[in-house]
């Protein structure tokens, strides 16, 4: 059976990811209290470090699933399972997926969607 290959995006990707040490900014224009900041829990677009805490937040997930890393790059992921495999390939917060079993596609996304929002765009052509 030949392979088919398929695209998925995480939506919101970097507010999903978990700040790896504490991080504060000041409140927003007409919600300033005195000498107060806000602490982050959670990344935001434009922070430095969300691009990397995103990718690890992502690569522990899937790693849990029982992908095995294919390259030194930490982007290529292969899952086997009998004859059934899924390869996998992250771009920020998208995910290609190439893959000879439909079942085990479904099942590593409704995995994912235990805890994030992700879409299913289908056959690349």
């Known amino acids: ?7 998925s ?6 507010l999903n990811a978990r700040m790896e040490r504490p991080a504060y900014m000041y409140p927003l224009k007409g919600f300033e209290r005195k000498g107060k900041l806000i602490r982050l829990h959670h ?7 969300a691009a990397k805490a995103w990718h690890n937040t992502l690569v522990a997930m899937i790693k849990a699933f029982g992908f095995t890393v294919v390259t ?7 899952i086997k399972r ?7 390939l992250i771009v920020v917060d998208d ?6 079993d439909e079942e085990l596609r479904q099942e590593f996304l409704a995995f994912l969607r235990k805890d994030y929002e992700v879409s299913d765009d289908g056959l690349l052509d």
């Open 72 to 78: 030194n790059d930490d982007c290529m992921f292969t």
């Open 9 to 14: 995006d995480v939506r919101t990707a970097y």
């Open 43 to 49: 990344q935001l677009y434009g922070l430095k470090s």
């Open 82 to 88: 009998g004859d059934r495999v899924l390869h996998i």
């Open 1 to 7: 059976m030949g392979y088919k290959m398929y695209t």
């Open 95 to 100: 995910i290609l997926q190439a893959t000879n």
